[in-house]
């Protein structure tokens, strides 16, 4: 077993060097492109904003990611984190333990020989202080290892709005505690701030066009000097940081001049149809029990979201497609079903759209969903072409009466025919199902195709 350094002593005798975070990140990307593995796996489409990120990211320049809702700009965020968790796991990274800023015991050790490190600043001023004091012996200088950046602790989200104060990202000197502790050296004193948190990890500012123009400045002056001076305070803190952060397109204008200058801008554009309903089925497959929604009814619901979008007001993102299917999961999870229904498709696509509609307008919206929503047989009919439909009808009425309710049993135990085996060849071409019986699946498109978009009889 690997043996960790305690201490700073111990730490001063290892080969553990200053390692600047974008340089931690690129190791990591390096790695997995190596081995042909996705970067972000859970992201789906994307590849070349996917890779163009982490370019960036590995210059050691911050990220805008410009887009509009939904598109996943806060996910992509949220997997470079993922992504220097990875790097943490591989090479252990340590910390400082009882530095505000979770300060690289490699900074204190250069520091200590006299010698230089890349990064350029001096050591933060409350580790300065601690190694004055400890003299020639830093036995008591405990260490920590950063397994995990979590918030707070190499990571920091800052949420964009005109609230947010520039003490908040820079930090402050608490003057109350500075007259009860009475030590401006003593850690308490120093409350971190945004970047502070961040050091040595992530930063990611949502909606960075909402934050006012001094909060703006505040975090790029950090970002591009690797200091940051707290509030009421004289000191300067060295940090290290990866920036990301987001804009809406129509907060774009509010940018000020240096963050549109400093930031390098990647614009996350919508997916295609295939990627948007992988999108809809992993969001609706992440709750339980699970209901399997059937691919074509998938498809319908974000052939209509997208059939709509051009609609400026409705703002139909990815997540109107979300929506969709997670209402039609409710839908069929209420009444106790594994497979989603046409009528709980048609449920959650219309729910989802109405649900984005004012008030006044949601009449002649339901009338555009209406308009472009297709005929179910037709459709039915056009995507599972070469599989004959009408005549597994006529055999399961024949074989189960005119009354029997479409089911995976009822399939099953029809005479086994061609048009049968071409649905079950079709299933496991198109249906990642998992345990889901194609005969269930099957089921629910034989039960549309027979009523029609009118039989079903769910919506008036
Ligand atoms: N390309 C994609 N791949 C996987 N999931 C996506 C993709 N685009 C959007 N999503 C999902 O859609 C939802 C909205 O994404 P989010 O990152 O919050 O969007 P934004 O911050 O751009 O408004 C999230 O659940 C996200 O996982
Ligand atoms: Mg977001
Ligand atoms: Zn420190």
């Not at 290892?145 to 920091?156: C, D, H, K, V, Y």
């Not at 400093?262 to 992440?286: C, Y």
């Not at 549309?448 to 008036?460: D, H, L, Q, V």
Request: with cysteine; glycine share 8%; net charge neutral.
């Amino acid at each position: 077993m690997e043996i960790h350094p305690a201490t700073l002593e111990q730490f001063s005798a290892t080969e553990h060097r200053f390692v600047p975070v974008r340089d931690l990140l690129a190791a990591v990307v390096r790695r997995k492109l190596r081995a042909g593995q996705d970067l972000f796996p859970d992201i789906f489409g994307l590849s070349f904003e996917k890779r163009r990120i982490v370019e960036v990211l590995a210059t050691g320049r911050g990220v805008i990611l410009t887009g509009r809702y939904g598109v996943a700009k806060t996910d992509l965020a949220k997997h470079v984190l993922t992504l220097l968790n990875e790097a943490c796991a591989a090479s252990p990274l340590f910390a400082v333990e009882r530095c505000p800023i979770q300060e690289d015991p490699a900074i204190l050790a250069a520091h200590r020989a006299g010698k230089k490190t890349g990064c350029q600043a001096a050591p933060c001023p409350i580790c300065t202080h601690m190694l004055d004091d400890a003299r020639d012996d830093c036995s008591h200088i405990v260490l920590t290892r950063l397994s995990r950046l979590e918030e707070g602790r190499g990571f920091a989200r800052v949420q964009g709005g005109g609230d947010v104060l520039p003490e908040e990202i820079v930090g402050t000197y608490n003057l109350l505690k500075l007259a009860q502790i009475g030590d401006p050296f003593d850690p308490r004193v120093f409350e971190p701030g945004k970047i502070g948190q961040a050091n040595r990890g992530l930063l990611f500012v949502d909606e960075i066009g909402k934050l006012p123009e001094t909060a703006q400045h505040a975090l790029i002056q950090a970002g591009q000097e690797g200091i940051v001076t707290p509030s009421k305070s004289r000191q300067t803190f060295p940090v290290d940081f990866l920036l990301v952060a987001t804009t809406n397109p129509r907060d774009e204008e509010y940018l000020c001049g240096a963050v549109r200058d400093r930031l390098v801008s990647i614009s996350i554009p919508l997916v295609g149809l295939e990627d948007e309903m992988r999108i809809a089925a992993k969001e609706a497959a992440k709750l339980k029990p699970q209901v399997y929604i059937p691919q074509l009814f998938l498809r319908l619901m974000v052939e209509t979201v997208r059939a709509l979008r051009a609609d400026e007001p409705l703002e139909l993102g990815p997540r109107a497609s979300i929506n969709a299917a997670l209402i039609a999961r409710s839908s069929a999870m209420l009444e106790g079903r594994r497979v989603a229904s046409f009528c709980d498709a048609k449920e959650g696509m219309y729910t989802a759209i109405l649900g984005k509609a004012f008030f006044e307008d949601k009449a002649d919206v339901e009338r555009r969903i209406d308009g472009v929503f297709p005929d179910i047989g037709a459709y039915l009919k056009r995507h599972l072409a070469g599989i004959d439909l009408a005549e597994i009808v006529i055999v399961f009425r024949q074989t189960h009466g005119p009354r029997a309710i479409w089911s995976a049993a009822g399939l099953r135990s029809l005479p086994a025919s061609a048009a049968a085996d071409a649905c079950a060849a079709w299933c496991r071409a198109h249906e990642p199902a998992g345990r889901t019986s194609c005969a269930a699946i099957m089921a629910e498109y034989l039960a549309a195709y027979e009523k029609g978009s009118e039989g079903c009889g769910c919506r008036g």
